[in-house]
T-cell receptor, first 113, second 116 residues
Framework: AQSVTQPDIHITVSEGASLELRCNYSYGATPYLFWYVQSPGQGLQLLLKYFSGDTLVQGIKGFEAEFKRSQSSFNLRKPSVHWSDAAEYFCAVVLWNTDKLIFGTGTRLQVFP | EPEVTQTPSHQVTQMGQEVILRCVPISNHLYFYWYRQILGQKVEFLVSFYNNEISEKSEIFDDQFSVERPDGSNFTLKIRSTKLEDSAMYFC??????????????FGPGTRLTVL
C-alpha cells in the first residue's frame, strides 16, 4: 500500500549524541519530501524539504536529510543533539498530482542530559 | 516573521453542537488547508482550498464539515453537529504560490477540540 513509514515510534538519545530518524515512502514517483517538528503544545514547523537536485539538504536547527532514491528513503540527521531537540518529528510527502501533505506516524525524540 | 494564527486554542463542546474553528493564514498566501490529529495518531489531511473553492478533500471531510473564507483574512472550518470522534487537534496551514514552484505549507499552532 502507498504510505509514508517512520519505523521508529520513540527514540532516546543522550545530549551531544548523533541522531538519525528514518523515513521511507512507497509511491511510484518520487514525491516532494518534508520533515516537520512538533514541540509540545506547538504547531508543526518545517525543518527541511527536498524537491529535486542535491540529495543532501540542509535545514534549520542544524538538521540535514539525505534523499536516497534507490531506498525510497529520506532520513533526518543531526550530528549533535541538544536537549531542546526533544519533540515529535514527522516525515511527510506531497505527491505530484495532489496538494496535500501525507504524514508518517511520527517519531518521538527524547533527549537525556 | 509572518505566521498562521488559530483561535481558539482550546474548544470544548457538547456532542451535537456546531463549532467554528478560525484561522488567519499568512497574508500573501493563496492556498489554505485544514488537517487534524487525533490524540496519539498521525496528522491527517481534511481539505484544501484555493480561489474560494475546495480543491481537494479527504474521506473524513463529509457533509458535517464545511470551510469558508468569509473575508480577506479569515479561513474557517465548521463542524455542524459534533461527534465524540471529532475530538482532535485541528491545524490550519497556508501556502504561497510565489516563485512558480511548489512551496511548503506553514502551520498554525492548532485548536484542540474536545467533544463531550
Amino acid at each position: 500500500a502507498q504510505s509514508v513509514t517512520q519505523p521508529d515510534i520513540h527514540i532516546t538519545v543522550s545530549e551531544g549524541a548523533s541522531l538519525e530518524l528514518r523515513c521511507n515512502y512507497s509511491y511510484g514517483a518520487t514525491p516532494y519530501l518534508f520533515w516537520y517538528v512538533q514541540s509540545p503544545g506547538q504547531g508543526l514547523q518545517l525543518l527541511l524539504k527536498y524537491f529535486s537536485g542535491d540529495t543532501l539538504v540542509q535545514g534549520i536547527k542544524g538538521f540535514e536529510a539525505e534523499f536516497k532514491r534507490s531506498q525510497s528513503s529520506f532520513n533526518l540527521r543531526k550530528p549533535s543533539v541538544h536537549w531542546s531537540d526533544a519533540a515529535e518529528y514527522f516525515c511527510a510527502v506531497v505527491l505530484w498530482n495532489t496538494d496535500k501533505l501525507i504524514f508518517g506516524t511520527g517519531t518521538r525524540l527524547q533527549v537525556f542530559p | 516573521e509572518p505566521e498562521v494564527t488559530q483561535t481558539p486554542s482550546h474548544q470544548v463542546t457538547q456532542m451535537g453542537q456546531e463549532v467554528i474553528l478560525r484561522c488567519v493564514p499568512i497574508s500573501n498566501h493563496l492556498y489554505f488547508y485544514w488537517y487534524r490529529q487525533i490524540l496519539g495518531q498521525k496528522v491527517e489531511f481534511l481539505v484544501s482550498f484555493y480561489n474560494n473553492e475546495i480543491s481537494e478533500k479527504s474521506e473524513i471531510f463529509d457533509d458535517q464539515f464545511s470551510v469558508e473564507r468569509p473575508d480577506g483574512s479569515n479561513f474557517t472550518l465548521k463542524i455542524r453537529s459534533t461527534k465524540l470522534e471529532d475530538s482532535a487537534m485541528y491545524f490550519c496551514a497556508s501556502r504561497s504560490s510565489a516563485g512558480g514552484t511548489y512551496n511548503e505549507q506553514f502551520f498554525g499552532p492548532g485548536t484542540r477540540l474536545t467533544v463531550l
